[in-house]
């Protein structure tokens, strides 16, 4: 779960990329977001650049060239390259794994996009994930985004999670409350 401090950079971005701004140009949040989590993962996969960008002894100047001279080759937009550097000035790029996640965090409450964790034993077909999908809609009144999960241990049946609530329409979760049911009497 991203950190106060992570939503308040994400919701700075988000805003910048809503308001309207004479003569500037419009991009894609979504696009923002990819480029985002490319760069997160270009300094995952390169010790020297997570070095450079992270430790207190390479200056901000410093890290700020290193940026610009890595955004063209990287593919970032200017407001991508913009926002980086912010984070820079403010010494947060350790935060960026939690900042990308708050940002689209953000972007799907402002489409009325939900994602829901589903868990399942086995892999969902095509028509039983469009049924899931209607169903979690349908409950939550948001357009729903799966992202699938497999657990063996599972036995059967499905787990959804979106946000902070959990629909548990699994086999064990069943057998949970009927247990508690019995003893209970």
Same mark, same amino acid.
């Given at each position: 779960m991203p950190s106060a401090v992570s939503f308040r950079y994400a919701s700075a971005l988000a805003d910048t990329l809503a308001a309207p701004g004479a003569g500037r140009p419009t991009f894609n949040p979504e696009t923002i977001a990819t480029q985002l989590e490319q760069f997160h993962q270009l300094l995952g996969e390169s010790n020297e650049l997570r070095i450079v960008f992270s430790t207190p002894a390479v200056s901000t100047d410093k890290k700020k060239a290193?940026?610009?001279?890595?955004?063209?080759?990287?593919?970032?937009?200017?407001?991508t390259a913009n926002f980086l550097s912010v984070v820079i000035d403010h010494?947060?790029?350790? %935060?960026?794994?939690?900042?990308?996640?708050?940002?689209?965090?953000? +972007?799907h409450?402002?489409? /009325?996009?939900? =994602?829901?964790?589903?868990?399942?034993?086995?892999? %969902?077909?095509?028509?039983?994930?469009?049924?899931?999908?209607?169903? +979690?809609?349908?409950?939550? /009144?948001?357009? =729903?985004?799966?992202?699938?999960?497999?657990?063996?241990?599972l036995i059967g049946g499905?787990?959804?999670?979106?946000?902070?609530?959990?629909y548990d329409g699994s086999i064990r979760g069943y057998l949970s409350r009927l247990r508690t049911e019995l003893t209970s009497e």
């Open positions: 290193i940026l610009a001279k890595l955004a063209p080759g990287a593919g970032l937009d200017s407001i010494d947060r790029m350790g %935060l960026l794994g939690e900042i990308i996640e708050a940002f689209q965090t953000i +972007l409450e402002r489409m /009325g996009t939900a =994602i829901a964790e589903v868990t399942t034993a086995r892999p %969902l077909e095509e028509s039983e994930q469009k049924e899931l999908t209607a169903a +979690l809609s349908a409950k939550t /009144g948001k357009s =729903i985004r799966l992202n699938l999960l497999l657990d063996p241990n499905v787990v959804a999670r979106i946000g902070s609530v959990i």
